[in-house]
């Protein structure tokens, strides 16, 4: 690929990462317009992003909105494990940085206070607030409790490896910091169908816990008893479990109370939607019945639609069609697919695999454009992140022009890529440093009717407007 990749070197010149929130907006206005601005989701945190984040982006929404940025998805700002946790360690969804639980009052994004401060004043600039919403799991119990549970194959959680037995995980959840406000709830084994560590034998490992048998060793049968949930992933036979302790939705209490906190941070907290974490490993069942209660929950406030969005990531573009068509109410994913493509193409040894006219083929935003987020880079996909899928660096502008100037999908802009990303292996700021002129063009050009000129292997084009 040298020989494409030198053709945009001059626009990838390497710069030095700015450790700040360093970006000038437009310096007039944007003119009128009879239709609705283009909207463009901002990802307002990369991996790596340092504490107290929350005054940072307060600081630079101005910036944003003179970019275009219609929507900032912020980090899972939840109660977590500890004090640095990014929250994708959820121990309490109904602490904000409110109370001392977990070695401090604030989240590492901030208190609560910062985190109102914030959505203020995001609302006064009119930028909405997707807030990612970690329903999947809880880690770190207040205390131990005993229960039922059978450890599974990791690569098939269909098969169980041992008899079952008691064990002794972190999996009661009394809340001592926050007490009963907001929630009642005071969680316990029944309120889980998974965890990875018994204290009691002081192993690792993928424990179902399962009904307690009775005085024979016999274990319920039929529909209700406790198993994963059936409506998941097939990966690993069954993927409802990915890691900590796995809520069990099938069981009343915890479903009401996740129900319960949807509509307090639309109504209370002040949301515009929700990015919904690993909702690969929820059930179908569930993410549907969720999304239409919150839905339900805005237009009794008078409210238009929530915005959600569920990561369900798959390069199965055919998994990705079912399940928003299954979950409705609105629902939207990543596109998975495209980004995947943007990836091979970008990494291309040999001229002979390039081919830009393929570059939406199998994508989401190709079958269901209303139901597709685009992107190219995400806190999951960045190097050395679970999900890494690399783009090349040059390939980057190219990428960001087919997601950011084109009528389908809502695009998606990276926090990294437009400010830079650190850890172990930082990088910086994104195409050469002209991605805001993109987002700019977006927000003022990419308006009326598009042809596509789709119509040669090594270079593409069209006109919108």
């Known amino acids: 690929m040298s020989w494409l990749r030198n053709r945009f070197s001059k626009a990838h010149r390497s710069r030095k990462e700015s450790q700040q929130i360093q970006l000038r907006g437009p310096e007039t206005q944007e003119p009128s317009s009879p239709t609705p601005p283009n909207e463009t989701i901002f990802q307002g945190f990369e991996w790596h992003t340092p504490g107290g984040h929350w005054t940072r982006l307060s600081a630079a929404l101005q910036t944003y909105a003179d970019l275009g940025i219609t929507s900032i998805w912020l980090p899972p700002g939840c109660k977590a494990n500890q004090p640095h946790g ?47 919403a970690v329903l999947n799991h809880k880690t770190a119990g207040d205390t131990t409790e005993e229960c039922w549970a059978v450890e599974v194959d990791p690569t098939d959680r269909r098969i169980e490896t041992t008899k079952p037995r008691k064990i002794e995980p972190w999996i009661h959840y009394s809340f001592p910091g926050r007490g009963d406000k907001y929630s009642s709830l005071k969680w316990h084994w029944q309120h889980f169908n998974g965890t990875d560590w018994d204290q009691r034998a002081e192993r690792h490992a993928i424990y179902k816990i399962i009904d307690p048998p009775d005085a024979k060793g016999r274990r319920p049968t039929g529909s209700h008893r406790k198993d994963w949930a059936p409506d998941v992933d097939g990966e690993n036979g069954n993927f409802d479990y990915l890691m900590f302790s796995n809520i069990d939705y099938s069981n009343a209490e915890a479903r009401q109370d996740v129900l319960n906190w949807g509509a307090w941070m639309l109504n209370d907290v002040g949301v515009s939607g929700f990015r919904l974490d690993a909702f690969k490993h929820v059930s179908w069942h569930f993410a549907r019945e969720w999304a239409a209660h919150v839905q339900a929950a805005a237009r009794q406030r008078g409210r238009g639609d929530v ?34 493509n943007f990836s091979a193409l970008s990494l291309a040894r040999r001229p002979s695999a390039l081919d830009l006219r393929r570059v939406y083929r199998d994508t989401l935003v190709a079958a269901r454009p209303r139901a597709a987020v685009t992107m190219v880079t995400s806190h999951d996909t960045q190097p050395g992140q679970t999900m890494e899928t690399l783009v090349a660096p040059f390939f980057k502008p190219l990428a960001y022009a087919l997601v950011l100037l084109r009528r389908d999908g809502l695009p998606c802009v990276f926090y990294g890529d437009l400010h830079g990303t650190r850890g172990p292996r930082a990088e910086p700021p994104a195409c050469g440093g002209k991605l805001p002129v993109l987002l700019l063009a977006r927000a003022r050009f990419a308006y009326g009717d598009q042809t596509d000129y789709f119509d040669a292997r090594h270079c593409v084009g069209w006109v919108i407007g």
């Open 86 to 132: 990014n929250g994708y360690d959820c121990y309490d969804l109904w602490d904000l940085g409110e109370f001392d639980q977990k070695g401090a009052r604030s989240t590492k994004w901030g208190s609560r206070e910062e985190l109102r401060d914030l959505m203020q004043r995001a609302r006064s600039l009119g930028i909405a607030i997707i807030w990612d």
């Open 307 to 340: 915005f959600i969005v569920g990561e369900y990531w798959t390069g199965e573009l055919a998994k990705l069609v079912r399940w928003v068509d299954h979950v409705g109410h609105g629902a939207r994913t990543y596109d998975a697919p495209l980004l995947n």
